[in-house]
């Protein structure tokens, strides 16, 4: 293997699970780099004052707060990751909220969410289907309330196979695979936009629960 095979097998092991002394320079970065598809995922999220809500492989943590504003002294949000690194990195910076009960972190898989059945008005989660098999998409729904919504962020499939990092543990699956794999676990597809401009923009992939009678949110 050489040296540049090396560092793309160690950067793809930190975006996947970030982890060491150069774990915790990743969460500054995972924010800098996801900064408007955060923002943008929580805007297509719509949380409201009181929900209860999760960013799960929450990374950086930037959802975790602006989800806090968003559901106010009232609601609840869940942060879940695998990564103790980010974990306390997030339980250092936002220790009043952990204190007062708004925030619960938990360190799970998302195969195997530490959430009851039906306990989320809301989740989203950014940059992790990547890393993770199909059978997540039942959890996640198993997770929302009967007219939970969930907001699912990936980059543009084609524009990261032209990444040389994702070459080293990523599945790039086709968008179309990804709204299949939606339908099969319980929710419906509502609304799909794109944050940044042009063909290789990011892709946010807006769901409800398939028992919600309500329409789609206005995009």
Do not use: C, K, W
Request: proline fraction near 9%; aromatic fraction near 4%.
């Amino acid at each position: 293997m050489t040296i540049r095979e090396r560092l793309l097998v160690g950067l793809a092991g930190q975006l996947r699970r970030p982890h060491g002394v150069a774990g915790r320079a990743m969460g500054s970065m995972l924010n800098r780099a996801n900064r408007n598809a955060v923002a943008a995922a929580v805007d297509a999220l719509a949380p409201a004052p009181g929900n209860v809500v999760a960013d799960i492989g929450f990374g950086g943590g930037m959802g975790l707060a602006l989800l806090l504003d968003r559901v106010g002294s009232t609601g609840r949000v869940h942060g879940v990751d695998i990564s103790p690194v980010m974990l306390d990195r997030v339980r250092y910076r936002h220790r009043r909220a952990v204190a007062d009960g708004r925030l619960a972190l938990h360190e799970a898989s998302m195969t195997d969410l530490p959430l009851p059945d039906g306990s989320l008005d809301a989740a989203m989660t950014i940059n992790t289907i990547y890393f993770v098999p199909d059978t997540v998409f039942a959890e996640l729904a198993r997770a929302l309330s009967p007219t939970g919504r969930l907001v699912l962020g990936l980059g543009d499939p084609d524009a990261m196979r032209r990444d040389p990092v994702t070459a080293h543990g990523f599945r790039l699956r086709p968008l179309a695979e990804v709204h299949a794999a939606l339908t099969a676990a319980g929710l419906t597809p509502v609304d799909h936009r794109r944050v940044g401009p042009g063909p290789d923009s990011f892709h946010l992939l807006v769901a409800r629960s398939a028992t919600d009678p309500a329409p789609p949110p206005p995009t």
